[in-house]
């Protein structure tokens, strides 16, 4: 079993900066891939970024040049890192940890950007 838990979220102006945590814990070797999805009010989760155990980047066209997925081996921990962040950015942002067989998601963290 993985333990997924994130941190960062918060209230922030438009144009600003946030970074958010994902801490794995428990069989977390196991997963090849971590990501961040968010999901508004209202509408459907959705990805934002991920990265492979290989580097290997993909972000959604939304926050292309605005966010930055990386990762700390050492500490078990995925980043994402936001800049020149925009209200609809505002979200619930999941991080989710992809194994061959097997999902885990963590439990969320509010982003919510003021104009």
């Known amino acids: 079993q993985v333990q997924l838990v994130e941190s960062g979220g918060g209230l922030v102006q438009a144009g600003g900066s946030l970074r958010l945590s994902c801490t794995a814990s428990?069989?977390?070797?196991?997963?090849?891939?971590f990501g961040w999805y968010r999901q508004a009010p209202g509408k459907q989760r959705e990805f934002v970024a991920d990265?492979?155990?290989?580097?290997?980047?993909d972000y959604a066209d939304s926050v292309k040049g605005r966010f930055t997925i990386s990762r700390d081996n050492a500490k078990n921990t995925v980043y994402l890192q936001m800049t020149s962040l925009k209200p609809e950015d505002t979200a619930v942002y999941y991080c989710?940890?992809?194994?061959?067989?097997?999902?885990?998601w963590g439990q969320g963290t509010q982003v919510t950007v003021s104009s």
């Open positions: 989710k940890g992809s194994g061959s067989s097997t999902v885990y």
């Open positions: 428990g069989t977390s070797f196991t997963i090849n891939t």
């Open positions: 990265r492979t155990n290989f580097g290997a980047t």
